[in-house]
């Protein structure tokens, strides 16, 4: 059982470049989680998704985009890649809330991305 | 190296003592608080949780207790061993799926 996986798990990217980071989780989640890590900080949410077929925007949500097109898989895209997406990015996924009670995330390893 | 956790608080301990970490949640309606636990070049990982019509909880070797009289959160781990020295985080969430991160503690744990 692999959990919550992430592809690639390091990338350096010059400005301007498009790339898409892709998370995968076999644990049949329904929900699923982007996050950016950045020195001193926090975790702060990109996008997340309650289901295949739809997306929604967290704290941080200029300058990505996503798309949860199966069940399982959640992709992160950046467009146009800016220095200050430097960062290391974690996926999660999650369950529904039955009767409205919360239940943790899981992470993966995440993805370290460098924009020079 | 690992970049995360420059500038964390720090707490150090001896091998062997009992550790706590707080946490200051900042909404007075948040519903659910969860520890994270984060090793240097991994993703955070699941330690225990507690919702909020509960003042404690135990897990094995770790003890979560809410104070949501002054919005406190602390996370107890007893007999602390070097394995445990990591980057902590607490989340509080409030009527939804969405977790607020805290911005971490780093336990070092010394011989």
């Known amino acids: 059982n692999a959990g919550v996986t992430q592809t690639p798990k390091f990338r350096v990217l010059k400005t301007g470049q498009s790339m898409t980071l892709l998370c995968a989780q076999d644990?049949?989640?329904?929900?699923m989680y982007w996050y950016r890590q950045d020195p001193g900080m926090g975790l702060r949410l990109i996008h997340y998704?309650?289901?295949?077929?739809?997306?929604a925007k967290g704290e941080v949500p200029d300058g990505y985009n996503v798309s949860r097109l199966k069940k399982q898989n959640f992709l992160l895209g950046l467009e146009s890649a800016a220095p200050s997406q430097t960062s290391v990015y974690f996926c999660?996924?999650?369950?529904?809330?039955?009767?409205?009670?919360?239940?943790?995330?899981?992470f993966g390893d995440g993805t370290r991305l460098s924009i020079l | 190296g690992e970049s995360v956790g420059l500038h964390l608080p720090t707490l150090s301990v001896q091998e062997g003592d009992n550790s706590i970490i707080n946490c200051a949640y900042s909404?007075?309606?948040?519903?659910?608080f969860i520890w994270y636990k984060q090793e240097s070049g991994k993703g955070p990982q699941f330690i225990i949780d507690?919702?909020?019509?509960?003042d404690k909880r135990q897990g094995q070797r770790v003890t979560v207790l809410l104070n949501k009289t002054v919005k406190h959160l602390s996370l107890q781990i007893a007999a602390t061993q070097p394995g445990d020295s990591a980057v902590y985080f607490c989340?509080?969430?409030?009527?939804?799926?969405?977790?607020?991160f805290g911005t971490g503690t780093r336990l070092q744990v010394f011989p």
């Open positions: 999660a996924s999650g369950h529904l809330r039955p009767g409205g009670v919360n239940q943790p995330q899981h």
């Open positions: 644990m049949n989640h329904e929900y």
């Open positions: 998704s309650v289901g295949e077929g739809t997306t």
């Open positions: 909404n007075s309606a948040s519903d659910y």
């Open positions: 507690i919702r909020s019509n509960m």
């Open positions: 989340a509080e969430s409030y009527h939804t799926d969405k977790l607020i």
